[in-house]
C-alpha cells in the first residue's frame, strides 16, 4: 500500500481483557517495528522484525505482549490480560532493509492505535 | 546505553521567529541522527537525517547538522509557520544497533499567528 496501515485507529477495553493490533507494512519493506507511545516515557521499542529472522522482542515489557509477522507482511500485537497502564497510543513501522545498512534509511509510521484500558 | 536529550517543550513561537531545538546524544560508535515530526492527530513522519559526522540534512526549511564533537543534532528554522506546530522528536540508531531507533521525549512547538 500507499503507506502504513494500523488498526483500529482507537480501542477502548475493560481491565483484563486481551486485545489484538494489527499492523500493514509498505509493500516490499521487510523491516517491522512496533512502539509504544505515552505520556511520560515518550517512545519506547517493543519489537522488531527483518525477513525470516528470529525477531528482536528485548522491548516487550512483559510477557502479557506478544506478537507476530504473517508471511513476512501483516502484523498482530497481542495483549494479554491488559492493565490501565498498557494504555497508550502503539505506533507500527517499516522500512527497506538492508543487511546492516537499516540505520540510514529512516522509518515510516503508521499513524497509531489509541488503546484506552478502563 | 544509547540515549538523546532534547530540551523541554512546551515552545511558542510567532510566525517569521527564528526556531531552535536542541537535541544530544549518546551513542554506542557512530549513529545515525533523525529528526521525526508529528503533526496533530497523525503518524510520526521523517523530517530529516544526517548518517555521519558534519552531514547537514534538511528539509521544509529546516536544518540540522550532525556535530560529533559535541554530540549534538539541533534543529533549525529560520522563519517558523503556524503549519510547522508540531511535536518534534530527535532520534537515533547506533552502531551497536543496526535498526533500534532511540528518540528523544519530544518537543511541542506552538506557533501563534
Known amino acids: 500500500g500507499a503507506g502504513v496501515s494500523q488498526s483500529p485507529s482507537n480501542k477502548v477495553t475493560e481491565k483484563g481483557k486481551d486485545v489484538e493490533l494489527r499492523c500493514d507494512p509498505i509493500s516490499g519493506h521487510t523491516a517491522l517495528y512496533w512502539y509504544r507511545q505515552s505520556l511520560g516515557q515518550g517512545l519506547e521499542f517493543l519489537i522488531y522484525?527483518?525477513?525470516?529472522?528470529?525477531?528482536?522482542k528485548s522491548g516487550l515489557p512483559s510477557d502479557r505482549f506478544s506478537a507476530e509477522r504473517t508471511g513476512g507482511s501483516v502484523s498482530t500485537l497481542t495483549i494479554q490480560r491488559t492493565q490501565q497502564e498498557d494504555s497508550a497510543v502503539y505506533l507500527c513501522a517499516s522500512s527497506l532493509a538492508h543487511g546492516g545498512e537499516d540505520r540510514d534509511y529512516g522509518y515510516t509510521f503508521g499513524s497509531g492505535t489509541r488503546l484506552t484500558v478502563v | 546505553g544509547d540515549s538523546v536529550t532534547q530540551m523541554e517543550g512546551p515552545v511558542t513561537l510567532s510566525e517569521e521567529a527564528f526556531l531552535t531545538i536542541n537535541c544530544t546524544y549518546t551513542?554506542?560508535?557512530?549513529?545515525?541522527l533523525f529528526w521525526y515530526v508529528q503533526y496533530p492527530g497523525e503518524g510520526l513522519q521523517l523530517l530529516l537525517k544526517a548518517t555521519k559526522a558534519d552531514d547537514k540534512g534538511s528539509n521544509k526549511g529546516f536544518e540540522a547538522t550532525y556535530r560529533k564533537e559535541t554530540t549534538s543534532f539541533h534543529l533549525e528554522k529560520g522563519s517558523v509557520q503556524v503549519s510547522d506546530s508540531a511535536v518534534y522528536f530527535c532520534?537515533?540508531?547506533?552502531?551497536?544497533?543496526?535498526?533500534?531507533?532511540?528518540f528523544g521525549k519530544g518537543t511541542l512547538l506552538t506557533v501563534n499567528p
Open positions: 551513542a554506542t560508535g557512530y549513529p545515525s
Open positions: 522484525f527483518q525477513g525470516n529472522s528470529a525477531p528482536d
Open positions: 532520534a537515533l540508531i547506533s552502531g551497536g544497533s543496526n535498526y533500534k531507533l532511540t
